[in-house]
Every structure is written in C-alpha cells, then in structure tokens.
C-alpha cells in the first residue's frame, strides 16, 4: 500500500475508533497539558511492584522531546503509525463514571485526565493493512508528569482494575451511554518502570472488547490501546509495537537524565 493510501486506512481506522466512543485523547501536540490528564507480568512479585512505584521518575520530556520520542511510520515491520491531528485528539470531551473508583478507567475513553500530564503526543497506529480491509488498529498515548503523578496515574489505574471488574457505568466524551460490561485484568509486559495491562468489554451493541497496556518510564507515562476492525470482540496490541515503543521512550528519558 502506497503512502497515501496508507494515511486513508489509518485514518478510517481512527474513524472507527472514535465512533466507539474510545478516543484516548489528553490535549494535542501543542502541550499545554490541559486535556491530558497494575499489575507486572505474570508471576511478579508484589513486592517488585511497590519497588517500582516508590522509585524516582526522575525529569518529565518536553513536548518536543515526547515528538522524538514518539514511532514513526516504518519503525515496526507491518504497522503503519501516523500523527493524529488536534481535531482528532481533542474531539473525547470530558468522559465520567458515576462509580468514583471506576473513574480513571472511564476517563480512558474521553481527553480529560486526573493528574493531567505536563505535555502528551498521540499517534495512531494499523495493522494488517490493505487495500481492501484494516485489520487491528488503535492509539498511543505518550505523556510527561510532574512529580509524583506518573506513579500515581499507574496506581489509580490498577486499583481500578481490581475494583471494577464487575464493569461500571459511564458516558463517553460527547455524553452518549458507554457503559462497560466488565473489567479483565491482563499480564503486562516487563517494560519499564512499571506496567498495567487490562480490557474493558463494550456493555453496547459492538461488544467491543478494548484492550489496553499502559507502561511508566521515570516521569512519562505511554499508553497503548487496540481494537480490532474485523472483529471488535478480537482486539490485540502487537507485541513488537509495545516493545519498539517504550525503547525510545527509555532512551529519551535516559538521555534527559544525563
């Protein structure tokens, strides 16, 4: 697929995952920080987890440094990746639970977030691309914290986990119904400082099951999500993305503490 045609598919893809209600958005590349606001891999112990949320984040990335740090289109063999526009960001609104503790899940699926990030960048990402179909698709977020709150954004999305599994009710950004049938925890990937993985299953018609991994490195905080085009109730996050990702964030947040 040539490059413009690559663009449309990611494009139509991010389309798709708007209309679920599940624009991971956060404020845009300006940032300004405004609109942006777990569980280890199987088998680790928790005492590694507190270890890994007590250390220092050490210093938040400029905006222009989250940008480097960000993937590019043709970085991981078979994704296209491309920069998502303000107007594609800044559509989510302000998405609510009326169960407080369900919250930060709920706040997944609009662009207003508690802590808000000093600065964010977003991507969108397509898998199995042709010219004929989109096949798995979804967003990366990569944000920068001020002290203290990128540990906390990954220790109020665990405790959410664990107290929402039986789901929760919610409206997405533009106030429509975005209840989640329920809550899955998943095993994250050792990335990172720290990293939580889990799905939220679509209590609507789709019956999307949404899948996220969120990893923490120093003071930024990248989060991925994927749903499935073909089959929304199939959703995955490539491995190699997650992987090739959080290298580059790694490598900036060492290059900014030295």
């Known amino acids: 697929m040539n490059e413009s045609g690559a663009k449309r598919a990611v494009g139509a893809a991010v389309a798709v995952v708007a209309a679920l209600g599940l624009m991971t958005g ?7 920080g405004k609109a942006d606001g ?14 890994a949320s007590t250390a220092p984040a050490g210093k938040p990335l400029s905006e222009s440094a989250l940008a480097k740090a960000a993937l590019t289109n043709g970085e991981v063999k078979g994704l296209e990746v491309q920069k998502m526009t303000d107007k594609e960001v800044d559509e989510g609104g302000s998405a609510k639970s009326q169960k407080a503790q369900c919250q930060p899940l709920a706040a997944l699926m609009g662009t207003r977030y508690d802590p808000a990030p000093r600065a964010s960048v977003h991507r969108a990402y397509a898998t199995d691309l042709t010219k004929a179909r989109v096949g798995g698709t979804g967003l990366i977020r990569i944000s920068s914290y001020g002290p203290g709150d990128a540990e906390r954004t990954v220790k109020d999305l665990r405790e959410a986990v664990t107290a929402c599994q039986g789901g929760f009710p919610a409206e997405d950004g533009s106030g429509e119904k975005a209840d989640v049938k329920k809550v899955t925890s998943l095993d994250a990937p050792k990335a990172g400082d720290e990293a939580v993985a889990f799905s939220l299953h679509d209590a609507g018609k789709e019956k999307a099951v949404i899948k996220f991994t969120v990893v923490r490195t120093g003071a930024q905080v990248t989060v991925f999500f994927g749903v499935n085009i073909a089959d929304p109730t199939k959703s995955e996050i490539p491995a190699e993305l997650v992987s090739a990702q959080v290298a580059k964030v790694e490598k900036a947040t060492r290059g900014a503490a030295s």
Not at 26 to 32: L, M, R, T, W
Not at 42 to 51: F, L, R, S, T
């Open 38 to 51: 777990a569980k280890q891999s199987g088998g680790a112990e928790q005492g590694d987890k507190a270890a």
């Open 26 to 32: 956060c404020g845009s590349d300006s940032g300004d």
